[in-house]
């Protein structure tokens, strides 16, 4: 999507380790008439009619999970990162290692929300080494629901756990790939 | 707001310690048509053409403040909880003590995004003692920004934290302000 990668190249600030901060925009302040533009992107990729719940993790996934879903009248759920007093009884879970914060976090998904006629799409908006997504398919396997797809705004290629899941069968569409990343010189991978 | 009244008495859940679960509908499984319709409501209590930006905290609050922002076109920015490796450099933050995990929490708010000319709606989805609206409002404050108002879907208006920001003056709007709750008998504040 052409006018990710621009504002990507634009806005976006490569850091030590890998880092790459598109937080004006993405994932701390939302640009939500972009989150609209990369929901209707998902639209014309992915079958919506088929899909019955847009899932996602928190906290960044939200905003884009929740503009995706209000667009093609889905619900949304978060999965969680801790046990909160809240969620009560069955849940499904998943360990996961976060690359932003650097340590093991468990994903959880009560049993109330996800069942096995569901019919998933998965939206992130930024994927390193795909941890989160990995676990939130993970929680959809258990929960015996059939996974349409996974839907990313920003993926970075070179960590590798796009392909994985690209490998594993699994109908992945990242918008913008980024294949390599140095201050001032961000290379994205062809369509 | 009726229909929120109405779900919270259908679907709401009363849990020991006086936890209202909602998540259903609010904060685990999102329902994205009834955030449409909060979001209207909000759009008849507040000027919204006089507003520059929406301000949450992470993570229940993302997905109703992303529809909010995204219905009236204007930037959701949400407060983190934690210090990542991708907020770098300066920060606005506010020591709040949250109810739902029993802890104190920092929520913080990078400066590059929040300015002193925005005017601010701060949105969340459930408020209990108000401390994260609180330390939201005191983020708009350190950012010298204006704080127009609160919309808040669910207020338990028996903990206080709402009515302590109306004696200070805060345009706060809570579209269902509970006043007790028992299993199967949840009793709201009259308009």
Known sequence: MQELKDRIVKEGKVLPGNIIKVDGFLNHRVDTGLMERIADEFGRHFNMDGITVILTAEASGIALASIVAQ???KPMIFAK???SDNIEGGLYQSDIFSY?????VTLL???EWLHAEDKVLIVDDFMANGEAV???CDIVE???AELVGIGCAVEKGFQGGGDRLREAGVNLHSLAVIESAKPGNIVFREN
Request: aromatic share 10%; proline share 0%.
């Open 71 to 73: 667009r093609f009248q």
């Open 81 to 83: 990162k801790a046990k």
């Open 100 to 104: 932003t914060y650097k340590k093991k």
């Open 109 to 111: 998904v009560s049993k």
């Open 134 to 136: 990995r676990g939130l």
């Open 142 to 144: 258990a929960a015996g």
